[in-house]
């Protein structure tokens, strides 16, 4: 689409694919940092967590969400799973046409750029702390840092309550936190897409020194530059339909959503993601295995 002045605008949507919720923090963000942008947003709810998975599944599953999303005529895919973007993305950029990005890389980059005494703390499930994916990401931009990594499995159930800054919220953070206060990290990335909701908590215990990375903010900064670098930018004028699918819709979602996201939630569709599978999969599969010899 053009204006007067003959700029070129793209107004499909950008695609954003979690294993469940969490994600909608890094929508939160998106839509905050591009508000003519709009977006369509997968939970796969029905498969969730994929940090217990193999890895051949995460693969598996990360490009059958991103067929989805292609399937919603996406202009750019954001992985906003942590467990994705450490086992899948790679994998995803060498076979998709459209431009992507995951949350590692921008949150790792941000903690590079904000720490002054090396020291970098990372929080985040267990999966994602098992994966290392955020301390490779760090070392490669400097092998001098030391990453104290915790994991925090606590947390996701916790945000999920609405217990924010609950008195029994305060205390198992203090005592997760701990081993990263006796380091003396002074930059801490909140390694889950749930954590940025906990960040007046973390905060707190934390101390004003250390800086607190949210990886969505750093993501929703990065779409922005990939969109402007490419002409993929949205018209400014445009009102954007946000739409939100979940291939099985859990216990509150709607009241989780709203509070991950700090506004009403109202296009929410559960779609039958195997029936989707089955008929768009003997062509995404046939040419999946095709891509894959390629790389492999």
Same mark, same amino acid.
Request: with cysteine.
């Given at each position: 689409?053009?204006?007067?002045?003959?700029?070129?605008?793209?107004?499909?949507?950008?695609?954003?694919?979690?294993?469940?919720?969490?994600?909608?923090?890094?929508?939160?963000?998106?839509?905050?940092?591009?508000?003519?942008?709009? *977006?369509?947003?997968? =939970?796969?709810? /029905?498969? $969730?967590?994929?940090?217990?998975? !193999?890895? +051949? #599944?995460?693969?598996?599953?990360?490009?059958?969400?991103?067929?989805?999303?292609?399937?919603?005529?996406?202009?750019?895919?954001?992985?906003?799973?942590?467990?994705?973007?450490?086992?899948?993305?790679?994998?995803?950029?060498?076979?998709?046409?459209?431009?992507?990005?995951?949350?590692?890389?921008?949150?790792?980059?941000?903690?590079?750029?904000?720490?002054?005494?090396?020291? *970098?703390?990372?929080? =985040?499930?267990? /999966?994602? $702390?098992?994966?290392?994916?955020? !301390?490779? +990401? #760090?070392?490669?931009?400097?092998?001098?840092?030391?990453?104290?990594?915790?994991?925090?499995?606590?947390?996701?159930?916790?945000?999920?309550?609405?217990?924010?800054?609950?008195?029994?919220?305060?205390?198992?953070?203090?005592?997760?936190?701990?081993?990263?206060?006796?380091?003396?990290?002074?930059?801490?990335?909140?390694?889950?897409?749930?954590?940025?909701?906990?960040?007046?908590?973390?905060?707190?215990?934390?101390?004003?020194?250390?800086?607190?990375?949210?990886?969505?903010? +750093?993501?929703?900064?990065?779409?922005?530059?990939?969109?402007?670098?490419?002409?993929?930018?949205?018209?400014?004028?445009?009102?954007?339909?946000?739409?939100?699918?979940?291939?099985?819709?859990?216990?509150?979602?709607?009241?989780?959503?709203?509070?991950?996201?700090?506004?009403?939630?109202?296009?929410?569709?559960?779609?039958?993601?195997?029936?989707?599978?089955?008929?768009?999969?003997?062509?995404?599969?046939?040419?999946?295995?095709?891509?894959?010899?390629?790389?492999?």
């Amino acid at each position: 689409m053009q204006n007067g002045n003959s700029t070129k605008y793209d107004n499909r949507p950008i695609g954003v694919f979690d294993s469940g919720v969490g994600g909608l923090t890094v929508v939160k963000q998106l839509m905050k940092r591009l508000p003519s942008e709009q *977006i369509v947003y997968f =939970g796969d709810t /029905a498969r $969730i967590p994929y940090g217990t998975k !193999s890895e +051949e #599944i995460v693969r598996r599953f990360s490009l059958e969400d991103s067929y989805f999303l292609l399937d919603k005529s996406v202009k750019m895919i954001v992985v906003a799973c942590n467990t994705a973007s450490a086992i899948a993305l790679q994998m995803l950029k060498q076979i998709l046409a459209i431009p992507l990005t995951g949350v590692i890389q921008p949150g790792a980059a941000a903690a590079y750029r904000n720490s002054r005494n090396k020291k *970098i703390g990372v929080i =985040g499930t267990a /999966a994602t $702390i098992r994966s290392n994916s955020y !301390s490779r +990401e #760090i070392r490669l931009l400097d092998q001098e840092i030391r990453v104290v990594p915790q994991p925090c499995p606590l947390f996701v159930p916790m945000v999920e309550e609405g217990w924010l800054e609950d008195e029994a919220t305060y205390l198992v953070a203090r005592r997760y936190l701990q081993p990263l206060l006796e380091n003396q990290v002074d930059t801490l990335i909140l390694g889950c897409t749930h954590y940025p909701l906990l960040k007046n908590v973390i905060g707190k215990i934390m101390g004003p020194e250390v800086t607190l990375v949210d990886s969505g903010v +750093e993501t929703a900064w990065t779409v922005e530059n990939v969109l402007r670098e490419q002409q993929l930018l949205a018209d400014p004028e445009q009102v954007p339909e946000h739409r939100f699918y979940l291939s099985d819709m859990p216990y509150k979602f709607q009241e989780i959503a709203e509070r991950f996201l700090e506004r009403s939630v109202p296009h929410v569709q559960t779609v039958n993601f195997e029936e989707f599978l089955v008929e768009k999969g003997s062509m995404f599969w046939k040419k999946y295995q095709e891509d894959l010899l390629k790389i492999y």
